[in-house]
C-alpha cells in the first residue's frame, strides 16, 4: 500500500521558541502511527537543525525544507542548496509550492531542474501542483495540473519518479478556508494518478502518494482522506495548532 503521509507546512511561521514548543506538543500528543503512515514536518531553515534534532529516533517522522535552490552552488547570496540540505540530514523538500509559483516565479522548467537536484542527493521532493480559481471555472484544471507533471517531472525514469511525492494543492482552497469536496479530490487524485500511469504504467502510478492541500484541518481531514486516491494532506494553517494537526494526523487511513 501507498505511504500515507500528514505533512505540516508552517511557512514563514513560528519562531524558533514557538515552533520547538509546537512540535513537542505534537510529538507529545497521543497517537500511533501505523509502518505505513509518516509525519513531515516542512520547516523554516534555520530552525531544520533543531527540529531534527527533536525527531531523532522516531519512527515515521522527518523534517522537510520548504525550498531549495535550482542550481547546484555558486553566487547565489541568500539561497539554499541541495547539497546543504543533504548535509544537514534533511530527506523531503517541498518544491514548487503555488506561494513559490506565484511571489517567486518559479517556473515548471525551474521546478524540473530543483526536483533533479533533490533525486541526485537522496532527498525526495514533495512536488506541489494545482490550479487557480479562474482556470478551475474555466473547466481546463485537469490540463493544466497534468501539464505541470509533465513539464517538471515526466523526464524522470520510472525509479526516479518513485521517489517523488506529488501534493495536489487548488489554490483557491489555500488559506481561505474553502476546501476542495473529498469528490473533487478525488477526481483531480484519479486523473493525476492516470497521467501517471500512461507515462509510467500502472505499478509505478499506484504506489507514489498524492497528497491532498488547501484548508485541510482536524474536522475535514479523516473525510477527504478517505477517497481512495487521497494518500493523506499538507497542511498550512491547521499545522500550526497541535491540536488540530493531531487531528489530522488521525485521520489517515
Ligand atoms: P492551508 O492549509 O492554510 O490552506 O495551506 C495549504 C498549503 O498551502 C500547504 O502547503
Redesign the pocket.
Known amino acids: 500500500m501507498r505511504k500515507q503521509i500528514a505533512a505540516a507546512?508552517w511557512k514563514m511561521n513560528k519562531t524558533l521558541t514557538e515552533g520547538t514548543t509546537l512540535l513537542n506538543e505534537i510529538l507529545s500528543a497521543d497517537f500511533n502511527l501505523t509502518e505505513n503512515q509518516e509525519l513531515l514536518f516542512a520547516i523554516p531553515f534555520p530552525y531544520l537543525i533543531n527540529t531534527s534534532s527533536m525527531i531523532e529516533g522516531k519512527e515515521n517522522m522527518f523534517i522537510a525544507a520548504q525550498n531549495c535552490h535550482h542550481k547546484v552552488s555558486g553566487a547565489y547570496t541568500g539561497e539554499v542548496s541541495v547539497s546543504m540540505l543533504s548535509s544537514i540530514g534533511i530527506k523531503y523538500c517541498l518544491v514548487g509550492?503555488s506561494e513559490r509559483r506565484e511571489y517567486f516565479a518559479e517556473s515548471n522548467q525551474t521546478l524540473a531542474e530543483k526536483v533533479n537536484l533533490c533525486l541526485a542527493e537522496n532527498i525526495k521532493p514533495v512536488f506541489?501542483c494545482g490550479e487557480s480559481l479562474s482556470i478551475r471555472d474555466s473547466g481546463n484544471q485537469n490540463e493544466y495540473v497534468g501539464n505541470q507533471l509533465n513539464e517538471s517531472l515526466f523526464h524522470l525514469s520510472e525509479e526516479k519518479i518513485s521517489n517523488v511525492i506529488i501534493a495536489y494543492?487548488p489554490i483557491w482552497?489555500?488559506?481561505?478556508g474553502r476546501t476542495a469536496s473529498a469528490e473533487q479530490a478525488q477526481e483531480m487524485h484519479a486523473h493525476l494518478r492516470s497521467v501517471l500511469a500512461t507515462k509510467y504504467g500502472n505499478d509505478v502510478a499506484n504506489n507514489i502518494s498524492i497528497l491532498y492541500?488547501?484548508?485541510?484541518k482536524g474536522a475535514n481531514a479523516a473525510e477527504i482522506f478517505s477517497m481512495p486516491d487521497v494518500d493523506g494532506g499538507?497542511?498550512?494553517?491547521?499545522s500550526l495548532v497541535a491540536g488540530e494537526f493531531v487531528q489530522v494526523i488521525k485521520g489517515l487511513k
Open positions: 507546512n509550492h506541489c494543492e482552497a489555500i488559506g481561505t492541500g488547501g484548508s485541510v499538507l497542511v498550512g494553517g491547521a
